[in-house]
T-cell receptor, first 111, second 115 residues
Framework: SQQGEEDPQALSIQEGENATMNCSYKTSINNLQWYRQNSGRGLVHLILIRSNEREKHSGRLRVTLDTSKKSSSLLITASRAADTASYFC???????????FGTGTRLKVLA | GAGVSQSPSNKVTEKGKDVELRCDPISGHTALYWYRQSLGQGLEFLIY????????KSGLPSDRFSAERTGGSVSTLTIQRTQQEDSAVYLC?????????????FGEGSRLTVL
C-alpha cells in the first residue's frame, strides 16, 4: 500500500509565487525526504527532515513535519520556471530503510 | 563512476521475450532499491537489498519478476515473458542506509517498452 500521498496532484503557478505541496503518511517514521524529478527520469534528493525536527530550510526550500498529524509540507519560495518538475515525498517503512514514495505533485511554473 | 549507473537506457522488446536491466550502485552503498514508474505515475516499490540480508521482494508484481545483487554491488532485474503492462521506467537507487539518514541516489532509469 502507498505510504505517502501528496497533494495537490498538480499545481500551476506564476514565476515568483510560492508553491506549497503536502505529504501525508501512515506509519511512524524516523525521517521524511523530499525528491524532485525532471522529465520522468532519475530523482534528485532535495531535503531530509528527521522525526525530532519540526522545520528545516535549504535555500528557497522550507520543509515542515508534523508527526502528530503524520504530515509534511514543502514550500518553494519565489518559484522559477526551472522549478517545474514533479515532487515526491518518501518515508521509510517502520524499522527499515525501505523507502516508499508518495504519488507526487506535478508543479508547473509559468514564466 | 560517481553516480548510480543503469543500462540499458532504453529497451524495446516484443511481448513474451525476457529482459534484463542492470544497475551499478555507488561504491560502498549497502542498500539498493528497484522502483517502477509508469507514465505520469508515482514510484512503485519493487525490491530492496540491504547488505547481506535477504532482500525484501514484497513489491514484485508477479513471479515473472526477479532480481539479484551479486557481491553486494551490481544488481540485475529480470522480467520473464514480458507483457505490455510491464512497459515503464525502471529506476534503481542506492544508499548508505545507516543511522538516521538513508538519502537515496537514483540512476537515470531504464525505459522499457513492450510491443
Amino acid at each position: 500500500s502507498q505510504q505517502g500521498e501528496e497533494d495537490p496532484q498538480a499545481l500551476s503557478i506564476q514565476e515568483g509565487e510560492n508553491a506549497t505541496m503536502n505529504c501525508s503518511y501512515k506509519t511512524s517514521i524516523n525521517n521524511l525526504q523530499w525528491y524532485r524529478q525532471n522529465s520522468g527520469r532519475g530523482l534528485v534528493h532535495l531535503i531530509l527532515i528527521r522525526s525530532n525536527e519540526r522545520e528545516k530550510h535549504s535555500g528557497r526550500l522550507r520543509v515542515t513535519l508534523d508527526t502528530s498529524k503524520k504530515s509534511s509540507s514543502l514550500l518553494i519560495t519565489a518559484s522559477r520556471a526551472a522549478d517545474t518538475a514533479s515532487y515526491f515525498c518518501a518515508t521509510p517503512t517502520s524499522g527499515t530503510y525501505k523507502y516508499i514514495f508518495g504519488t507526487g505533485t506535478r508543479l508547473k511554473v509559468l514564466a | 563512476g560517481a553516480g548510480v549507473s543503469q543500462s540499458p537506457s532504453n529497451k524495446v522488446t516484443e511481448k513474451g521475450k525476457d529482459v534484463e536491466l542492470r544497475c551499478d550502485p555507488i561504491s560502498g552503498h549497502t542498500a539498493l532499491y528497484w522502483y517502477r514508474q509508469s507514465l505520469g505515475q508515482g514510484l512503485e516499490f519493487l525490491i530492496y537489498f540491504q547488505g547481506n540480508s535477504a532482500p525484501d521482494k514484497s513489491g514484485l508484481p508477479s513471479d515473472r519478476f526477479s532480481a539479484e545483487r551479486t557481491g553486494g554491488s551490481v544488481s540485475t532485474l529480470t522480467i520473464q515473458r514480458t507483457q505490455q503492462e510491464d512497459s515503464a521506467v525502471y529506476l534503481c537507487a542506492s544508499s548508505f542506509a545507516s543511522g538516521n539518514t538513508g538519502e537515496l541516489f537514483f540512476g537515470e532509469g531504464s525505459r522499457l517498452t513492450v510491443l
